[in-house]
């Protein structure tokens, strides 16, 4: 067996090192989604305090809602990733392609789910995180595929505390935990040893307990030193990048490069359970979605839209809870009376606060002073203005410190004009706009490592399948020459050359575009005289989504002048006809073009007989 010492005292070191540098902020984090789960937002001591002398703590989970507004903002803008061209060798036609197969991986992968999770997570505490894996494509199958996958824990993951990327490019390391039964764990290792893993960092979580054992990935990057030469092919005089001398090649120039090595393995800290494995790409496929960044002397802390907001909302829970103490639990408005009054009708003046006797019998006390000898009732007790005033600023304090004020949440407030309403609401889109734009990066990262993985992945003769922005399917051949049986050209698309880099973009989905589309185009089509809707029907019919639009849309088509409708081609519309000629325009034409050869012929005899005669009929 080899000797692990080395990588294991590795590991054991740089994970000390990655908890320790978040050990805080991972406490922060879970502490947001207990709050915001309820049952928490009390202190224990005071909740405990309170109930033991039965007074109530009600909890009263307000920023559940504003959580819930971002997040659902988020998922109606769906994100998406697009594959450019990057170096000469790079065509744009594969761009397009990858494009299309890379939305097949995240349909394959029901990669909504992850991002979903991913980002609602960052919303509310700060931080979130999917990944990307490969797969083979079926049992008997030596091909694999890309997939995207949720992690529902984020807090399972530690990072080299040295990176300085926001995605955590530049990471030399990173560990993934994941607790496993210890029956599944002897029967995948049967041959390791079941013990637990501690460091002398590990305090809150630990690697195993007596029920399960707790693994680790543990993902490095290494750097190797190798050459570049710039080649000067010596048949065809081109120009060609390797990474070794060719004999009979010019070098027209070199250097030195370092190129990154992924490793993987799989230990539970005793020992190496799986590995090493070479990872294909060339960054970690971990990808993480931040929520907003504060550096504090070089540690940074990220934080949800709820972090701020607690102590608001314990404010508005106790401010309430006292309210209801007062209002609900006093005893009503008691009544002045003496005991000769209510002597001999104790029984109803006992349960009095309890029922609503329609009367209360009494027998007058003419000793009782300024009573007139009756019972008298004291006034009600009114609410606390003050306390009320309290409710109101603690629920305020919530809205300011979210970001997201009453209108912003679809809610009633002092704004009455509808354009001072909009202001308001694009106030809170403005204020969490950092959470839609983190997912855009996490994306971008996300593609950078698909893209980077695709040419050792998809690196065979294949067919896959790829899907349109409208979602329309088509099987395209890649890594294989083939005849494109529209425009009858040979087609290449090659997924192992090239550079290729991407862009996100995060809006409205294609469907919610073509509603919209729809929806404008049907206004417009309202103000449209007559003679001009029948031109644009079809166009209009095309973008709505009911049953049967596609013949409504053929039918409308067939209405069409020949102008609009176009040629066969769909360059515009085909030339007019030629009129068939006037018989009597063409009699005419052709008469007067022999009266013309008439003449021609005419004076050119007339021309003959005059030489003729001037040179004594020589001519």
Partial sequence: MPDDTKILEEIKRRFELAYEYVDELYELCIDDLRFLEGGSQ?????????ETDGRPCLEINKLASFADQITGDIRMNSPAIKVKPVDSKADPDTAEKMTGLIRNIENQSRADIAYDTASESSVECGKGTFRVITQYVSEDSFEQEIRMKRMKNPFTVFWDPQAQEWDKSDAKYCFVTERIS??????QYPDAAMVEFKTS?????KWGDDKSIRVAEYWRVSTEKTNLYLLRDPVTGNEVLKNEKLDGWEIVKQRDVQSRKLTWYKTNGREILEGPQEWPGQYIPIIEVWGKELNVEGRSVYRGAIRHAKDPARLYNYSRSHNAEVTSLAPKAPYLVTG???????????????????YLPYDPDPEAIGAGGIPKRERPITQNTGLLAEIQISDQEMHDTTGLQQASLGKESNEKSGKAIMARQREGDVANYAYYDNLARALMYAGRVIVDLIPHIYDTARIERILGEDDSEEQVQFNKPF?????????????TVGKYDVIVSIGPSYSSQREEAADGMLHFFEVLPDPGKILVADLIVSNLDWPGADKFEERLKLLLPPQVSGGEDGQGPPPPPPEPPDPSIEAKALKDRAELEGRLLSNREKSIKVAQAESGGNV
């Fill in 42 to 50: 009390w202190p224990a001591d005071v909740k405990k305090d309170r």
């Fill in 483 to 495: 005849i494109d049986k529209k425009t009858g050209k040979e087609m290449l698309f090659d997924l």
């Fill in 201 to 205: 960092k590990d305090k809150n979580y």
């Fill in 340 to 358: 000769k009054m209510i002597a001999n009708y104790l029984k109803f003046w006992k349960t009095a606060h309890k029922k609503n006797y329609p």
């Fill in 182 to 187: 210890r029956e599944e764990f002897e029967e």
